[in-house]
């Protein structure tokens, strides 16, 4: 039987796209060892993940998630027992916001996708369907100005 965890959490003011690149790097170092896969989405400075592997392994990772200090607000959604992975590779999504205009084509593109792979993707869980309703609100949110 798969465990799967889905939590939500706001990024700090001074995370920067390099850091991001390190979350992805160590995410797949760590996520490849331990037969941990999932989905990670980086939007307006949010994060929404949803883990899946063995149990114990994935109360081990939220916990080192948890502890981690380029994030804040971690709070576990929903968790539980599925048949099947909802994700056999793990990703990450994620927009870097430019406050050029040049790129709102670009930006409603990238919206317009997260929205379709929402649709189009296999829930097998509880957890994979608030995964997916949570970041369809994340996308409809108005931007943050903080």
């Known amino acids: 039987m798969i465990h799967t965890l889905t939590y939500e959490s706001k ?3 001074e995370l920067t796209i390099a850091d991001i690149e390190a979350i992805l790097e160590t995410a797949r170092t760590f996520n490849g060892l331990n037969g941990i896969t999932g989905c990670l989405i980086f ?3 949010k994060f929404i993940q949803i883990l899946e592997g063995d149990k114990a392994k994935i109360h081990d990772l939220m916990e080192k ?3 981690d200090k380029r994030h804040r607000n971690v709070d576990v959604l929903s968790e539980g027992p599925t ?3 909802n994700f056999p590779n793990w990703g ?3 927009y870097p916001i430019d406050k050029n205009e040049a790129n709102q084509n670009e930006y409603e593109q990238f919206k317009r996708n997260l ?3 929402a649709d189009l993707t296999v829930h ?3 957890t994979a369907i608030l995964f997916w309703k949570r970041m369809k609100l994340l996308v409809a949110e108005p931007p943050d100005v903080s």
């Open 92 to 94: 990450m999504v994620y």
């Open 11 to 13: 990024a700090i003011k």
């Open 115 to 117: 929205l379709l792979l």
């Open 43 to 45: 939007y307006r400075r």
């Open 124 to 126: 097998s869980n509880q």
């Open 65 to 67: 998630i948890k502890q």
């Open 83 to 85: 048949e099947n992975r």
